[in-house]
């Protein structure tokens, strides 16, 4: 995808979306840090102010926030499994 000229709001999500951000990728967020970030890509996306190419990339990146929301959710109910003596 091509970035939006002279939109930096429009390339930083357009960067976000496609893992380009350097320092907060997506795998290195904790749940609420994720849970954060998708809530106002929802925000965002609800307004319908975003044009459709920036509402598209929103869209995956809050496809990849959610996997990882419910990976970390995977792993605490397996670690409280495990403490509770349920091995399943």
Do not use: P, W, Y
């Not at 496609?18 to 998708?38: K, M, P, R, V, Y």
């Not at 996306?45 to 509402?55: C, F, I, P, R, T």
């Amino acid at each position: 995808m091509s970035k939006v000229q002279g939109n930096t709001k429009a390339n930083d999500i357009l960067d976000d979306a496609h893992g380009d951000s350097s320092s907060n990728t997506i795998e290195a967020l904790s749940f609420e840090g994720a849970l954060a970030e998708l809530t106002h890509l929802v925000e965002q996306l609800e307004s319908g102010q975003m044009s459709l190419e920036d509402s598209v990339s929103s869209f995956e990146k809050g496809v990849k926030l959610s996997r990882r929301c419910e990976s970390l959710l995977d792993g605490a109910e397996q670690r409280l499994e495990i403490l509770n003596g349920n091995d399943t």
